[in-house]
């Protein structure tokens, strides 16, 4: 965990995380560029949002004697691209997953994350997969493989990117990603389910926490239900009609028997009013069969009261008891999993990141290793908007994230700054920031 909550600290513990990453090169005297280089490496270009950041501080370094990946990211051999590519190709990406842990257990023990606790204290953490490659000519071991009926094949990666999320806040804090790849032994493709059991098994102790998984209609399955439960977590997930007959039989056969709760609320958006129907029932079966898991349901449809146009319908299952006191609470949760989709893996594609840009493939973990370092980054970004006042007033003034990165990435490649408080100083300096509170 950080022992203090500054950039400094936060680039401390990737180095002792960095430190460990297993090398598998045979001994040399004439080995130039560590593991750690290369990973310290593809991070700060991340970080800056720039491919050519090390390029110039390459080019910094030969023209004045010192760079700002060594000063602020503590580099010390600059690799090249193709360097960092064959240097983390063998490390796997698990190696990188306790920093996501660490930077979540400092932030809420120092009270950052208070705002994110929902209804009777619960953390919000939805889980949702996203493709980041496809071709349909460059591939690896790792690909999942799509067999198209007019004979086209298709490879692709996908990775699950499980957030923390609040209602009221468009923040998300990454949590560890789990990666949608073929595993050993295994006779089947991967998928997202199979992703998203193993990411529970792994963060069970998250459980202890108070935390409800959101999900899509993809796992709202007895299975994944159950291993939820068995491992002390809630659930809020999406659930269809055509994947879950049975259940929708029993919601069908209530309604007609005047069983079925109902309720409406009458609510203003700021032009318009809604008319907010809530249908809601316990202890179904989420299958056909004996001896299977009951589930609650609940489905909200949302009218524009002039147009009579449905602008939204959906329903989740729970395993949380509904009454007129929960249940617009719970849709509430549920219609949260949007977030991990709009602000997170949206940004992650749009807004710098360049998540779908092939980093590199490489033959065994390059591909997923790299995002990792992607999604760091991403959490570095947030960690700073929680705990550094200086960037916090930095952004605020710029207001685009672009920006941002555009005057930094300017910046690093002109001037030298000894520490991320100089380049932030220096910063809020030259906008002429007032300081504030």
Not at 264 to 289: A, C, D, M, V
Request: glycine share 4%; charged share 20%; aromatic share 14%.
């Amino acid at each position: 965990m950080l022992k203090e909550l500054n950039f400094d600290q936060f680039i401390s513990e990737i180095h002792a995380v960095f430190d460990n990453l297993p090398d598998y090169r045979l001994p040399s005297p004439n080995r130039q560029y560590s593991i750690k280089d290369a990973a310290l490496g593809a991070f700060s270009m991340f970080f800056s949002q720039s491919p050519s950041f090390l390029s110039y501080q390459q080019a910094m370094q030969q023209a004045q004697g010192h760079n700002n990946a060594q000063s602020l990211f503590g580099v010390e051999n600059i690799p090249s691209d193709n360097q960092i590519r064959n240097l983390l190709d063998p490390v796997a990406p698990e190696h990188i997953y306790p920093l996501f842990s660490g930077v979540f257990e400092a932030l809420e023990s120092h009270g950052y994350l208070e705002s994110y606790r929902f209804w009777e204290n619960y953390f919000l953490i939805p889980i949702d997969g996203t493709e980041y490659f496809r071709s349909s000519k460059i591939h690896c071991d790792n690909c999942s493989v799509t067999h198209h009926k007019n004979g086209k094949i298709t490879y692709s990666h996908k990775a699950l990117t499980p957030v923390l999320v609040t209602p009221n806040n468009s923040k998300v804090l990454s949590l560890e990603p789990e990666f949608v790849t073929p595993q050993d032994g295994a006779v089947k493709q991967d998928c997202e389910l199979n992703a998203a059991k193993r990411w529970i098994e792994r963060n069970e102790q998250l459980a202890n926490k108070r935390v409800i998984i959101l999900g899509d209609d993809l796992f709202s399955r007895e299975p994944f239900c159950n291993l939820l439960l068995s491992k002390g977590f809630h659930f809020v997930l999406v659930c269809k009609p055509d994947s879950h007959k049975t259940l929708y039989e029993w919601v069908d056969s209530f309604e007609k028997s005047n069983d079925l709760n109902n309720f409406s609320t009458r609510n203003w958006n700021g032009r318009f009013h809604e008319h907010w129907h809530y249908r809601y029932t316990n202890q179904l079966p989420i299958k056909n069969g004996e001896d299977v898991l009951e589930v609650n349901w609940v489905e909200l449809t949302i009218t524009n009261t002039k147009t009579k146009e449905i602008m939204y319908k959906n329903a989740f299952v729970t395993d949380f008891f509904l009454d007129l006191t929960s249940v617009a609470t719970i849709v509430q949760a549920g219609r949260s999993r949007w977030k991990v989709e709009n602000e997170n893996n949206n940004i992650l594609k749009t807004k710098g990141y360049h998540l779908e840009h092939s980093y590199g493939h490489g033959k065994q973990f390059l591909s997923s290793t790299m995002v990792t370092l992607n999604l760091l980054a991403f959490l570095a970004h947030t960690f700073l908007e929680f705990v550094d006042y200086k960037y916090q007033k930095i952004r605020m003034t710029l207001a685009a994230r672009k920006r941002f990165f555009h005057d930094f990435t300017t910046l690093t490649k002109y001037l030298f700054f000894n520490s991320w408080e100089h380049i932030m100083g220096f910063m809020f300096e030259q906008l002429k920031i007032p300081i504030t509170g």
